[in-house]
C-alpha cells in the first residue's frame, strides 16, 4: 500500500508550510507509513528550526502523529512495537 504524506508547519494559528504527495515507497502497515511520513517531515522542521534560530527566535516544535503505535515506537523504541514491525528495514524509503 501507498500512503500519503502530508506536512503543515504552523506559527500559531497561522499555516507557513504545507506539503502533500504521494509515498515512494510501498508499505504492510499504517505504523510504517506513517514513520515515513514524519521522516519526509523532519528536514522542513529542522530547516525552519534553524533558519528561525538565525533569525533570533528559539523555537519549540514537536512533530504530531495520530497513529498510537507510531506514537509508541518513536517514544520507547522497537521492544515495545509488536510482531508485525519486525519485517521493517529502517533504511527502507528513507533518503
Excluded at 502530508?6 to 506513517?34: I, W
Excluded at 528550526?49 to 523555537?59: A, C, K, N, P, T
Aim: glycine content about 8%.
Amino acid at each position: 500500500m501507498r500512503g500519503q504524506s502530508g506536512t503543515v508547519l504552523m506559527a500559531g494559528y497561522c499555516v507557513f508550510l504545507f506539503r502533500s504527495n504521494k509515498q515512494k515507497v510501498n508499505t504492510r502497515s499504517s505504523t510504517e507509513t506513517e514513520l515515513i511520513a514524519v521522516d519526509d517531515a523532519l528536514p522542513n522542521v529542522q530547516w525552519v528550526r534553524s533558519f528561525m534560530r538565525e533569525q533570533g527566535y528559539d523555537l519549540d516544535m514537536e512533530i504530531k502523529v495520530d497513529n498510537q503505535s507510531t506514537i509508541l515506537l518513536m517514544k520507547n523504541g522497537r521492544l515495545s512495537s509488536g510482531k508485525r514491525m519486525k519485517h521493517f528495514d529502517i533504511n527502507k524509503g528513507f533518503d
